[in-house]
């Protein structure tokens, strides 16, 4: 079986970085440089019905070898995130590492300091792959793609070793939210599936937040400062009221695990139009429902202020949690936990933050929780994974896989 690290480091040399506001899928060409290198690996490890199609998703199977057991599907993406760039990746391994800081890059003095990130501790005396400073590393969800690659191939090269179908499909632009638009769930192959699309070491994920997109428009009029008293209204000053009256303690960078948040995405503007973009996130429904309700209320309150029209807000919901489309399934979940276990690693169920594409395919009718890929610090350049994990987490499909045959 081909090395975990030879094979991600293979991936991440690929651009595969997606881009918003495309309409065609895939967005970007490169991940079809990286799925042709995919389907050649696949072919050669003798997987079955290996197709790519015309928007870039892979299908393949390994045909099961024992009568009764269930297929199970693994899925990862292709693209990485469009926050930084993922061009001319230069990964660097390193060797035992201390449990300190580490200097990414002399020139720029870009260094990944422990402080911020005291969860590398635990990884002291190991290997780390990290970026030079500059982009991303790709590891979300390249990592992904490795294991469940290497997964494969161990039961390719162990035809002894009793199992059901195992279905694999590897996504474009899923960091853009496009990745299930164009997949077809019976050509997929399998009733049940994980995406290998998380976090360090161990993490599983069966709900997420639920989130919608708010957009404002915020007209102004524009006067001669000059003779502007009571006629002239500044569209981004209204814009920044606007953002004043929201609890300033509700965002990404000061909450986590289960609480909400508002994310102003995008502000652009002068005095005669203001524009800016929110995401709206939270675990409970109810809680969800009343952060959108308050920003209406917010423009609604503003707009007696300032003139009717003056704030004109759009809200629409983009994600929904999957929590109530897993739990009827969480015997995924259990069978999750118990392969970790068979393999030394303690699991632990961690809300997801953001999304995946098994999020939309669980409503599709495809349960499919979350698995950890060993991953720390995506969509940016301190990314980092262990080489350790690359390997634990292969080792953990592998007893999943064999999870579903042992309980035949």
């Given at each position: ?31 079809f440089d990286l799925a042709r290198i995919i389907c050649g690996e696949l072919e050669a490890i003798g997987a079955r019905d290996v197709e790519l199609t015309e928007h ?26 469009p926050a930084l760039s993922g061009k001319d990746i230069k990964p660097r391994i390193v060797h035992d590492y201390d449990g300190g800081d580490i200097m990414l890059n ?143 303690a509700e965002t990404p960078s000061h909450t986590e695990g289960y609480e909400g948040f508002y994310h102003l995405t995008e502000f652009c503007g002068d005095v005669e ?136």
């Amino acid at each position: 079986m081909k090395a975990p690290l030879k094979r991600f480091l293979n991936y991440v040399a690929v651009d595969t970085q997606s881009a918003f506001g495309v309409d065609d899928i895939p967005s970007t060409s490169g991940q079809f440089d990286l799925a042709r290198i995919i389907c050649g690996e696949l072919e050669a490890i003798g997987a079955r019905d290996v197709e790519l199609t015309e928007h870039c998703h892979i299908y393949a199977k390994l045909p099961g070898n024992a009568d009764g057991v269930p297929a199970v599907g693994f899925i990862a993406h292709l693209d990485t995130s469009p926050a930084l760039s993922g061009k001319d990746i230069k990964p660097r391994i390193v060797h035992d590492y201390d449990g300190g800081d580490i200097m990414l890059n002399e020139k720029t003095g870009c260094t990944l300091r422990i402080q911020d990130y005291p969860e590398l501790k635990r990884y002291k005396g190991g290997s780390l792959v990290v970026t030079d400073g500059t982009t991303l590393l790709g590891s979300d969800d390249k990592s992904g793609i490795t294991e469940i690659m290497g997964m494969l191939e161990y039961y390719a090269e162990h035809p002894e070793l009793p199992h059901g179908d195992i279905c694999v499909a590897f996504t474009p632009d899923e960091e853009i939210g496009r990745g299930t638009e164009c997949f077809d769930i019976e050509r997929f192959g399998a009733k049940l599936a994980y995406t290998v699309d998380g976090a360090d070491l161990g993490k599983i994920s069966f709900e997420n937040l639920n989130s919608a997109e708010a957009r404002i428009t915020v007209n102004g009029t524009s006067i001669h400062p000059g003779r502007g008293k009571n006629k002239l209204k500044n569209a981004v000053l209204m814009a920044i009221e606007l953002q004043n009256m929201l609890p300033a303690a509700e965002t990404p960078s000061h909450t986590e695990g289960y609480e909400g948040f508002y994310h102003l995405t995008e502000f652009c503007g002068d005095v005669e139009k203001a524009e800016l973009v929110y995401k709206v996130s939270d675990f409970e429904q109810e809680k969800f429902e009343g952060r959108k309700e308050r920003l209406r209320l917010a423009c609604e309150y503003l707009n007696g202020v300032y003139g009717a029209g003056t704030f004109v807000i759009s809200v629409k919901d983009t994600m929904r949690n999957m929590r109530e489309a897993i739990e009827p399934h969480y015997e995924l979940v259990e069978n999750a936990m118990a392969a970790m276990r068979d393999v030394g690693v303690e699991p632990e169920l961690m809300p997801c933050r953001g999304g995946t594409d098994g999020v939309r395919l669980s409503f599709m009718g495809l349960p499919c929780p979350n698995l950890n890929t060993g991953s720390h610090n995506c969509h940016g350049r301190f990314e980092c994974v262990p080489v350790e994990s690359l390997e634990k987490i292969t080792e953990m499909l592998i007893a999943l896989v064999k999870r579903y045959a042992v309980k035949v």
